[in-house]
């Protein structure tokens, strides 16, 4: 984590259903696109590497013989890269199908996160072939050559450079209490989100609010990647969401209805995210009963070697607002201003000031501060003495 920043990528494959060999191409190029722009973690879409509009051929095995056969080409594909990729996938577990995230560098899983909320509500019916994480007890699996734990209990990831990140998996996060929330209780920077989000009339700007309100509640960096172009249109239509936050403020997103693979990149100051977190008493508070077992183990992901170079804008003027409309902003800092003198003079019972005007611009807008006030209260601008 050079000077404070991570750089992460939030990526949409074209896909096609039930395709897994053609799905893993696609996820491979753009893992060695963002390999190549120095990304250090990468996110795909809920489900990518069979797409999410299987539907019942879920039940098959052969999608999911080949599934697991996918994995193991990533996991080879990797061994020589240092980047993280997220990647979503089903994996039987016993009795249960599951809806997972596959963390995987370096040609190693680093975890398996299933799915905990299942929609099965409006257009959404996935309990029909998924079972929830909470349906799981801690089990031993072998999997694409690697023999590792499973379990309902969330977990968090540590980078070599001393980032943590946890991930949740599309609905999880519109949950009453979602996941995100004990990871990043826990000491999560980042929250990373495999998801499969539909269209409807209203509904994006519903999830850009979400996510906004998630990555500000939980002051953490917040990367969301939907499924796109190939997905079955038969019931919905997937227009694409790559989203990345940071606090509640949008870093970067993609273009939503492409139907050409995305692949948005942006760098997350996980130094600022800190140094907030330390600075909220709040939060501090909320850790003592938010947290995760603590006796849970990290994972440990492999060091990576990347040259570093800020690609982020910083701002010269940090105090000034940078958005579109600078002359709101103005009128809202100057009726404060108003509201506040307002205030005093009610108080105070005081129906005079005095003022110093230099002829500067700020005792010019202290002048202009206290005509719009004496107007407001409907006092005599009689009122106002000005001494040059």
Known sequence: MDYGFIKVASAIPSVKVGDVNYNTQQIEKLVSKAENQGVEIIVFPELAITSYTCQD????DLL??????????????????????????????????LNCAVIIQKGHILGIIPKTYLPNY??????????????????????????????????LFLTSQGVKFGVEICEDVWAPIPPSNHLALSG????????????????????????????????????????????STQDVVYGGNALIYENGTLLAEGKRFSVDSQLVVTQIDVERL??????????????????????????????????????????????????DDLADSCEEVFNIQVMGLAKRLIHTG???????????????????????????????????????
């Open 188 to 231: 999560a920077d980042l929250i990373l989100n495999l998801s499969a989000t539909d269209e409807l009339l209203g509904k994006h700007k519903y999830l850009k609010s979400l996510l906004a309100q998630q990555s500000a509640r939980m002051i953490c960096g917040y990367v969301y990647s939907s499924c796109g172009f190939g997905e």
């Open 274 to 323: 800190r140094a907030e977190r330390r600075n909220n008493t709040t939060f501090v508070n909320a850790q003592r009963a938010g947290m995760l077992n603590p006796n849970e183990e990290l994972c440990y992901a492999i060091e990576q070697k990347k040259p570093f170079h800020i690609e982020r804008t910083i701002s010269p003027c940090p105090f000034i607002p940078e958005d």
């Open 57 to 60: 051929l879920f039940r098959q």
């Open 122 to 155: 409006n257009e959404f019916y996935e309990k029909r072939w998924f079972a929830s994480s909470q349906d799981l007890r801690p089990t031993i699996i072998s999997y694409a050559g690697h023999t590792l734990t499973i379990s309902a209990e969330s977990k």
């Open 350 to 388: 005081c129906k005079h000031v005095v003022l110093g005007v230099s002829g500067g611009l700020d005792s010019t807008l202290a002048l202009l501060v206290c005509v719009r006030t004496f107007d407001k209260l409907k006092l005599d601008s009689k009122g106002i003495i000005g001494v040059t």
């Open 64 to 97: 999911l013989n080949s599934t697991e056969e996918a994995i193991q080409s990533l996991l080879i594909f990797t061994q020589q890269l240092d980047i993280i990729v997220v990647v979503g996938a089903p994996i039987v577990v016993g009795n249960l199908l």
